[in-house]
């Protein structure tokens, strides 16, 4: 019974956390991406941990090679001045040292092929995981699109429109825009109305006499007699302005 409960609490309990995950993909990205973060950091360090490695054998190997080439000269030196015997012992150690050497240089060698191996294992890893990312990404635009499509056309089905109908707010829209467009034309219409067209005309006719009489009166100065123009008339030939 007991183990009945809990497959069946197990099974609950899945449901629960599939439609969690089905509703939040972009909280499951998150995680995804923190996780492969972690990974990542612990695989750094393992490889920060080998690049140590091979640095101290590249301390080692160069301090032994500086130390074989010293022993070559103490060996050389000793030998020309008949120390055979320290010569000897130099012999035996710089032999020791040269295998020594061998075993480092033959490490370090395999440590830095293992550390190249796993820096490209590495690079190639956290590629593939940003292409998946963009992928996933991209998918989840698609998804949202698609989603706000049918929800669109979904509110869309819901409301019955009909050919010509403006709905409620426009026909009010209508209604104001009429009612501004005539109280503006009987404006206008009653600012014409109350202009006097005869008068205007008069004003027009006296500045224009008023005008001419002006005139008159400059050509008088100046010696020459105003003749008035009729409309068929030929020009009548006058002087040039000046005294006669």
């Given amino acids: 019974m007991v183990a009945r409960i809990s497959r ?16 939040n993909p972009e909280a499951l990205m998150e995680a995804a991406r923190t996780e492969f973060r972690e990974k990542m950091t612990q ?32 060996i050389l030196a000793n030998h020309r001045a008949g120390n055979m015997e320290l010569a000897g012992t130099l012999a035996r150690e710089l032999q020791e040292l040269k295998t020594d050497l061998g075993v480092d240089s033959q490490e370090l060698k ?5 550390y190249d191996v796993n820096l490209r294992q590495a690079k190639v890893a956290q ?18 699109i698609k989603e706000a499509q049918a929800e669109a056309a ?3 089905s819901n409301v019955a429109f009909k050919v010509g109908d403006l709905g409620d707010t426009m026909k009010t829209v209508d209604e104001v825009l009429q ?19 005869d008068k205007v005309e008069e ?30 008339a030929a020009p009548a030939t006058t002087k040039e302005i000046g005294p006669q």
């Fill in 8 to 23: 069946l609490f197990r099974g609950f309990l899945g449901i629960f956390i599939s439609g969690l995950e089905e509703a």
């Fill in 127 to 144: 590629r593939e995981f940003e292409d998946k990312v963009r992928r996933a990404e991209k998918q989840l635009s698609q998804v949202k």
């Fill in 110 to 114: 395999e440590t830095e092929e293992a």
């Fill in 154 to 156: 979904s509110a869309l």
């Fill in 203 to 232: 004003k027009e006719n006296e500045r224009k006499a008023l005008e001419q009489v002006a005139l008159a009166e400059f050509l008088a100065t100046q010696g020459i007699q105003a003749t008035p123009t009729t409309e068929g």
């Fill in 43 to 74: 695989y750094n360090l393992a490889l920060a941990r080998m690049a140590g490695v091979a640095e101290r054998l590249k301390a080692q190997v160069k301090s032994k090679a500086v130390r074989a080439q010293e022993l070559e000269r103490r």
């Fill in 179 to 197: 009612k501004r467009y005539e109280v503006s034309a009987g404006k206008a219409r009653l600012a014409k109305d109350m202009v006097d067209i």
